[in-house]
Nanobody, 115 residues
Framework: QVQLVESGGGLVQPGGSLRLSCAAS????????MAWHRQAPGKQREFVAG???????NYADSVKGRFTISRDNARNTLYLQMNSLKAEDPAVYYC?????????WGQGTQVTVSS
């Protein structure tokens, strides 16, 4: 069972930046795709950004141009660089890895935007 550990969340001012990380406990698996989702209180969990095995990425319209999803295969880690953070971005962010034969979610990390 692959465990995903998230880090990098916290409090940031509007217009600021954060980088979220999602690290896997082991590397003996095939990754089909990876993604970030978020869920704010009282709202449905929503897709934020994704990357497939070829490296092609896609983003929700609300974050396009501000967020960047990337991966470091050597470190078995997924990243989400968040720039120009807005008042609508606060949420718990969850990483998701689609693996060959299974899938895995991170535990979530809180992102708060406040002045």
């Amino acid at each position: 069972q692959v465990q995903l550990v998230e880090s990098g969340g916290g409090l940031v001012q509007p217009g600021g930046s954060l980088r979220l990380s999602c690290a896997a406990s082991k590397s003996d698996f095939i990754i089909l795709g990876m993604a970030w989702h978020r869920q704010a209180p009282g709202k449905q969990r929503e897709f934020v950004a994704g990357i497939i095995s070829s490296g092609v990425t896609n983003y929700a319209d609300s974050v396009k141009g501000r967020f960047t999803i990337s991966r470091d295969n050597a470190r078995n880690t997924l990243y989400l660089q968040m720039n120009s953070l807005k008042a609508e971005d606060p949420a718990v962010y969850y990483c998701y890895w689609a693996l060959l034969g299974t899938s895995s979610w991170g535990q979530g990390t809180q992102v708060t935007v406040s002045s």
